[in-house]
């Protein structure tokens, strides 16, 4: 493929364990699972092998969509459009790189991005193809993301994420609460909603705890600091949107609206990080340079 192709392919392929479905089909569950990429995009990824089985063998759209069953795809965009944010790099060392990202980038190839991806970037950057990252941001999210940048120390650095060891402080726009008394903490049972990428909150054992502050609270947009203590997919979104201040600029939630502008800001803001290096027991602090602005 020369560098001239209109089709950009990932650097690698992603994996996906099929889900429980009934679709009739791979490409039929596909297409539902990854609405916004159209059904001759897959059916082209098909018809030149590019969904393949766990041992490299390609797969036909026809066949049976069978849960539990691994698949191997290559991501590819036709005319991927430029994305006109540029990313920061905050800090750099042996084992760790901080980037602030800016809204609309995502953090990895997904849906119709490859090339305008913070990852595609940064190895741009650097040319280290090790760089991975240790956790994520939305798209539509800005701030702070740590990245490892050399796989020996890395799953020092992934413990952090999963023990609850580093300390993620958000900043958010919305609508100003002042019946209720602050700072409060909300604590619920985060759950997978309707359509799929929705969260959705139900009775039960909490497993999402976010602590809630004011920074401002006056007039009638506050700007709240948001201290997630669990990390559940869209957390701090699916809170504050049950609070009756969703953030500004969400448009998941408390409802969809698949007809929102693309080019508003969800107002969230990956604000500061801090840890105790896993590696050298040095307090580690790092904060974004990003702004929210109404």
């Known amino acids: 493929m020369s560098p001239s192709d209109p089709i950009l392919v990932a650097p690698a392929p992603s994996r996906l364990q099929l889900p429980p479905g009934d679709w009739p089909s791979l490409l039929d569950g596909l297409c539902a699972r990854f609405p916004r990429i159209d059904r001759a995009q897959w059916a082209g990824r098909f018809a030149r092998g590019r969904v393949q089985d766990a041992q490299g063998r390609a797969l036909a759209p026809d066949q049976a969509w069978q849960v539990g069953l691994e698949i191997v795809y290559f991501r590819e965009v036709a005319d991927e459009p430029a994305i006109p944010f540029a990313e920061a790099i905050v800090h750099q060392d042996a084992h760790l790189l901080v980037a602030d990202k800016p809204h609309f980038l995502p953090v990895t190839p997904a849906g119709g991005y490859v090339r305008e991806t913070l990852l595609a970037r ?9 760089l991975v990252p240790l956790h994520r941001l939305d798209r539509l999210t800005a701030g702070l993301v ?70 401002d609270g006056t007039g009638p947009v506050w700007r709240y600091r948001l201290h997630p203590v669990t990390g559940r997919k869209h957390q701090l979104r699916v809170h504050m949107a049950a609070l009756g201040a969703p953030i500004l600029g969400d448009d998941l939630y408390p409802e969809l609206h698949a007809d929102a502008p693309a080019d508003v800001p969800l107002q969230l803001l990956a604000k500061e990080l801090a840890f105790d290096d896993p590696l050298t027991g040095e307090r580690r602090t790092f904060a974004s340079g990003v702004s929210l602005h109404l």
Do not use: C, H, W
């Not at 940064?122 to 090790?130: C, H, I, K, M």
């Not at 650095?157 to 100003?176: C, D, H, N, S, T």
């Not at 409060?184 to 759950?191: A, D, K, N």
């Open 146 to 215: 740590l990245f490892s940048t050399r796989p020996d120390s890395r799953d020092a650095y992934q413990r952090l994420f999963r023990e609850r060891r580093i300390e993620k402080v958000y900043e958010a726009l919305a609508p100003g609460l002042p019946e209720l008394p602050f700072p409060l903490e909300r604590q619920t049972r985060l759950v997978p909603g309707e359509p799929f990428f929705r969260m959705a909150e139900e009775p039960g054992e909490p497993n999402a705890r976010t602590r809630i502050e004011v920074i």
């Open 122 to 130: 940064l190895v741009a950057r650097t040319g280290n193809r090790d």
